[in-house]
């Protein structure tokens, strides 16, 4: 008798729990709630590593923007670094990098206000080597909070997209 393997099993069944419980994709092109990507020109207040980043991981996660993109999103963005541990021999042993965002989504062809929000993220980081120095510990925390931030933003625009989009 032929019994199918248990990761097959639990396959089908995930698939069945997802059909009965009313999922429905975040990215529907012209529905109520829908998102599409490329709706959003990302731009984000300031110049530099952090402004450039931010802007890139928003329109991967949002798309690009399309030929007339319908809404604005624009942010502006704190990022500072704290020492959090300090070791024996009084060197620092861990930085943490705090940041906050604070975004706006605006109606391109009305100018209107559409949401504002605020998001904020933490991350720490330490290093040990005396080689590669602080840089490349710092600019790996950077990426890691720019990217918590970004998700952060990306989710609540795609969260309650129903409650402003027209």
């Not at 624009?74 to 020492?83: G, Y």
């Not at 120095?133 to 309650?160: F, K, V, Y």
């Given at each position: ?111 209107r206000k559409l949401l504002s929000g605020e998001v904020s993220g ?45």
């Amino acid at each position: 008798m032929w019994l199918p393997s248990p990761k097959l099993l639990l396959l089908i069944a995930g698939l069945l729990s997802l059909c009965g419980c009313g999922y429905q994709p975040v990215y529907k092109k012209n529905e109520p709630g829908g998102m599409s990507l490329g709706e959003f020109e990302v731009t984000v207040a300031g110049s530099g590593r952090d402004a450039f980043i931010i802007e890139e991981l928003l329109q991967n996660r949002l798309g690009q923007a399309g030929v007339a993109p319908d809404y604005t999103l624009s942010l502006s963005l704190w990022v500072r670094d704290r020492e959090i541990a300090i070791g024996g021999a009084g060197g620092i042993d861990r930085t943490a990098t705090d940041g906050t965002a604070w975004f706006r989504v605006h109606d391109r062809a009305s100018g209107r206000k559409l949401l504002s929000g605020e998001v904020s993220g933490s991350v720490s980081w330490s290093y040990k080597d005396k080689i590669t120095g602080a840089a490349m510990p710092w600019r790996d925390a950077r990426n890691r909070l720019l990217t918590q931030i970004a998700e952060r933003i990306a989710t609540r625009l795609i969260a309650s997209s129903e409650s402003w989009r027209e």
